[in-house]
């Protein structure tokens, strides 16, 4: 199938207009609606009605989004990947939360370079569904995630025992600070702290929760490996008494691959988790 009506479709359903999409994707809407017929004949169902409101998914259309989005994505994967590098054998495909990038995925990044140089590294930062979704594609290889999906094929492989704790600022330690670590967090810290479901502030990343409570004072929940720098340092203290939570790193991976390359790699990850070094996740730019 032509990329381009999968890409036609997706941007009617971000945009509900035929109209709206011609305009972004500079074609005429005689192109857009030929693409949009073309689509249809070759699935043989109507992914949209139309009419004065613009275009509404049928249930056809619906079910069909998640294949367009594969589409695309696979695509543009392969557009990103092909060719290799010159003298490059192959590709190790990686990714990992936001709040692993730094410092897990970045020592495992440079570790691949220096212990697996003859393939080139492609590192990804995303939400942890999308990196689930882009694994199930064959777009990663493996991704470093806080709450892993139990899907077929995928192997699960705990990589850190990690907590949740409760700390607080040395020079003023209110407002208490929410910070969202997920749905199962969440369910646990109202149940333990109903008093706290309501904060005055809040955020859903962590390391941007824990530079505002250094500035600014305040408590709340962060992961042990990262908070402990700082409170050696007596610019936090834990919380006494306050209840703690399980937060523990999950390495996820397509069982079945015999890669050598890739074994390697996960037994060099699995060395780094092990090892000692500053998670305080400050970035410190030599320029």
């Known amino acids: 199938m032509d990329i381009d009506l999968a890409r036609t479709f997706i941007d009617i359903v971000r945009t509900g207009s035929f109209i709206a999409t011609a305009e972004r994707l500079h074609v005429t809407q005689t192109t857009v609606t030929a693409r949009i017929q073309n689509l249809e ?9 139309r009419n004065r409101a613009g ?15 594969q589409l695309v994505q696979t695509w543009d994967a ?5 060719p290799l590098p010159d003298g490059f054998g192959d590709l190790i495909k990686i990714g990992a939360e936001v709040g692993l990038s730094n410092p897990l995925m970045l020592k495992w990044a440079m570790q691949l370079r220096q212990e697996i140089s003859s393939h080139a590294i492609r590192v990804e930062v ?7 979704e882009k694994l199930e594609l064959g777009l990663l290889h493996a991704a470093l995630v806080f709450r892993p999906e139990y899907l077929p094929g995928i192997q699960v492989e705990q ?3 990690e907590k949740l704790i409760q700390v607080a600022s040395i020079s003023n330690p209110e407002p208490y600070v929410y910070i969202d670590w997920g749905p199962d967090f969440r369910k646990q810290h109202n149940v333990a702290l109903p008093e706290k479901a309501k904060a005055i502030i809040s955020f859903n990343l962590g390391p941007l929760a824990l530079q505002y409570i250094l500035q600014c004072g305040g408590s709340g929940y962060f992961r042990t490996r990262v908070v402990q720098k700082y409170l050696e340092q007596g610019l936090l203290r834990p ?3 306050a209840p703690e939570f399980s937060y523990p790193v999950y390495l996820i991976y397509p069982r079945g691959n015999e890669s ?11 060395r780094l988790a092990n090892e000692q070094y500053d998670w305080s996740q400050r970035w410190d730019p030599l320029i």
């Open 41 to 49: 004949m070759q699935l043989g169902c109507q992914v949209f009605v």
């Open 78 to 82: 392969a557009r990103r990947d092909l």
């Open 55 to 69: 275009a509404k998914l049928t249930d056809h259309g619906r079910r069909f989004m998640r294949y367009a989005s």
């Open 126 to 132: 995303a939400e942890g569904l999308a990196l689930q």
């Open 260 to 270: 050598v390359a890739l074994q390697k790699a996960f037994d060099i990850l699995r």
């Open 159 to 161: 990589i850190l025992e």
């Open 239 to 241: 919380v006494q008494y």
